[in-house]
């Protein structure tokens, strides 16, 4: 039997969705400590692949079309949510190849892993997060080679063990968001082209701003250019949302987390949104704040505080 953990991501967006320099979406984000991943994968019992998680039959299908292996049985011990834009796909598909190929000898790199379950290739912060974890920009792929590779890491750095995320899951959104990730494929593959202009921009805010900040360790600007690079994404997707962020209450779920945080961003389609601080007493005052306005304004919601995860993927057991 082998055992591992993984931890869930938290993305702040993609700078480039205009291609016109040959290469499309980049990705920067967060791997984080909690929610987490922890899966077993052992010898099934039998002639069929076994799961406590539909999806998990999914991915082994995927998987056994590239590689051979006897049945597999999965379990999921510990669950990322879904369909909330932290990850769960992507790490469960991931996560259960490397468990595979650590049961049966078959020395997959996580990239083999990747090509085969489709996974972490359209943005592959999900993919680096697994592989490496820690504070993650990664280059987009080649407009012709789309799905065909795992786009490049072009930094990757550790994030201080003093610098908290307060991170909120909004209760009232998930349904009707969970219908949008249903569609997610069919959106991208129709995705409008964003002005070369604003890629321009977005891409300066990321290498003049963002991680000369991140490297001098100054939250408070790094922060600012979290927000920034965010905010002026959602613009560009308030065709697909109903505005700059996924619903009203995130919308205003980020100006409250604005007043005491460094930074206030939405993840993915959302409604998961996070922001960061350099205090725990401060992140708790942080959470405390948001979940008494999450249950004021709907029906509550998970709120947490927890850090960055700079490790990746460990092998628990096996």
Same mark, same amino acid.
């Given at each position: 039997? /082998?055992?591992? =953990?993984?931890? &869930?991501?938290?993305?702040?967006?993609?700078?480039?969705?205009?291609?016109?320099?040959? $290469?499309?979406?980049?990705?920067?984000?967060?791997?984080?400590?909690?929610?987490?991943?922890?899966?077993?994968?052992?010898?099934?019992?039998?002639?069929?692949?076994? &799961?406590?998680?539909?999806?998990?039959? %999914?991915?082994?299908?995927?998987?056994?079309?590239?590689?051979?292996?006897?049945?597999?049985?999965?379990?999921?011990?510990? *669950?990322?949510?879904?369909?909330?834009? %932290?990850?769960?796909?992507?790490?469960?598909?991931?996560?259960?190849?490397?468990?595979?190929?650590?049961?049966?000898?078959?020395?997959?790199?996580?990239?083999?892993? &990747?090509?085969?379950?489709?996974?972490?290739?359209?943005?592959?912060?999900?993919? *680096?997060?697994?592989? /490496?974890?820690?504070?993650?920009?990664?280059?987009? #792929?080649?407009? !012709? =080679? $789309?799905?065909?590779?795992?786009?490049?890491?072009?930094?990757?750095?550790?994030?201080?063990?003093?610098?908290? #995320?307060?991170?909120?899951?909004?209760?009232?959104?998930?349904?009707?968001?969970?219908?949008?990730?249903?569609?997610?494929?069919?959106?991208?593959? !129709?995705?409008?082209?964003?002005?070369?202009?604003?890629?321009?921009?977005?891409?300066?805010?990321?290498?003049?701003?963002?991680?000369?900040? #991140?490297?001098?360790?100054?939250?408070?600007?790094?922060?600012?250019?979290?927000?920034?690079?965010?905010?002026?994404?959602?613009?560009?997707?308030?065709?697909?949302?109903?505005?700059?962020?996924?619903?009203?209450?995130?919308?205003?779920?980020?100006?409250?987390?604005?007043?005491?945080? *460094?930074?206030?961003?939405?993840?993915?389609?959302?409604?998961?949104?996070?922001?960061?601080?350099?205090?725990?007493?401060?992140?708790?005052?942080?959470?405390?704040?948001?979940?008494?306005?999450?249950?004021?304004?709907?029906?509550?919601?998970?709120?947490?505080?927890?850090?960055?995860? !700079?490790?990746?993927?460990? %092998?628990?057991?096996?």
């Amino acid at each position: 039997m /082998v055992r591992i =953990r993984a931890p &869930a991501h938290l993305h702040t967006g993609n700078p480039d969705l205009s291609g016109d320099m040959g $290469r499309l979406f980049g990705t920067l984000g967060f791997a984080i400590d909690f929610p987490y991943l922890e899966i077993t994968v052992k010898r099934a019992e039998g002639n069929k692949d076994k &799961a406590n998680d539909k999806d998990a039959l %999914v991915f082994l299908k995927r998987l056994r079309e590239s590689y051979d292996f006897p049945p597999v049985e999965v379990e999921i011990l510990h *669950y990322i949510p879904k369909w909330v834009g %932290v990850g769960f796909h992507t790490t469960l598909a991931l996560t259960l190849g490397l468990g595979v190929s650590k049961l049966y000898s078959l020395n997959l790199s996580l990239e083999d892993i &990747a090509l085969a379950v489709r996974r972490g290739l359209i943005t592959a912060l999900g993919f *680096y997060a697994v592989k /490496v974890g820690g504070f993650i920009v990664e280059g987009g #792929f080649p407009v !012709n =080679r $789309r799905e065909k590779v795992v786009p490049p890491l072009i930094f990757r750095g550790e994030v201080p063990g003093d610098w908290f #995320f307060v991170v909120a899951i909004p209760e009232t959104p998930r349904k009707k968001l969970e219908e949008v990730r249903k569609v997610e494929d069919n959106i991208l593959e !129709n995705l409008k082209k964003m002005p070369p202009e604003l890629a321009d921009r977005l891409s300066r805010i990321v290498l003049m701003k963002i991680l000369p900040a #991140f490297v001098e360790r100054d939250i408070k600007t790094f922060g600012e250019g979290l927000y920034q690079f965010n905010h002026l994404l959602g613009q560009f997707w308030s065709d697909y949302q109903e505005n700059v962020y996924c619903c009203d209450i995130v919308n205003e779920g980020i100006k409250l987390m604005l007043e005491d945080a *460094y930074c206030a961003c939405q993840t993915s389609w959302g409604p998961t949104f996070y922001g960061i601080v350099d205090s725990l007493s401060r992140a708790e005052n942080v959470r405390d704040k948001i979940k008494r306005f999450l249950e004021e304004n709907g029906d509550g919601g998970e709120v947490f505080v927890t850090k960055a995860n !700079n490790r990746g993927a460990v %092998v628990l057991d096996g």
